[in-house]
């Protein structure tokens, strides 16, 4: 079994920081890709931000400049700082990590997900 453990949610007002953290613990052999979702309601999920186990990094466009993704593989976890935060950056964020566990088998799973909020 794997577990995934967001932390770092919350309500900051517009122009505000947040820092998100997903530890993942349990049957894991490696990791590969490591990533942030969002979904907004009334919308569909959409990616954030991904990082490789080599360290390279793709976000969307609304998020450049403003969010930064890492990892740290000792520690098998992914982070998201998230700066000059707006209204439309409102949503549920949703860690994803791409894993190997100890049978050979890879999968990908969710983290549980964390409300952030951006008031105006």
């Known amino acids: 079994q794997v577990q995934l453990v967001e932390s770092g949610g919350g309500l900051v007002q517009a122009g505000g920081s947040l820092r998100l953290s997903c530890a993942a613990s349990g049957n894991i052999f490696s990791i590969n890709a490591m990533g942030w979702y969002r979904q907004a309601p009334g919308k569909q999920r959409e990616l954030v931000a991904t990082i490789t186990s080599g360290g390279s990094t793709n976000y969307t466009d609304s998020v450049k400049g403003r969010f930064t993704i890492s990892r740290d593989n000792a520690k098998n976890t992914v982070n998201l700082q998230m700066n000059s935060l707006k209204p439309e950056d409102t949503a549920v964020y949703y860690c994803?990590?791409?894993?190997?566990?100890?049978?050979?088998?890879?999968?990908?799973?969710w983290g549980q997900g964390t409300q952030v909020t951006v008031s105006s």
């Open positions: 994803n990590v791409d894993l190997k566990a100890w049978n050979g088998i890879s999968q990908t799973y």
